[in-house]
């Protein structure tokens, strides 16, 4: 028995599902890019919250504790401009 891509292909149309799932996508794929940015933004933002005071709070100097937010703010904002400008062109 060999398999034909073609037929498994053509039988898994005729379910119609897959219509079903492209119009839902391209419908809401605007709201689901901005969601997914937004539950990122969100998360980012307690995470450095919490973060930032741990690094106070049980740091070694205050050097190095500035130093690190420095850096980590840094990256940071470079990743999520870069999710916002693919978001913007999606």
Known sequence: MSFNANEFITLFKSFGLTESIDNIVSNNANNIIWFVFFAVF????????????????????????????????????????????SAIII
């Open 42 to 85: 969100a998360f980012f933002f307690i995470y450095s919250l919490i973060l930032i005071y741990h690094w106070f709070k049980y740091g070694g100097g205050l050097f190095a504790i500035w130093l690190a937010i420095i850096v980590y703010f840094s990256v940071s904002f470079i990743l999520i401009a870069a999710i916002y400008i």
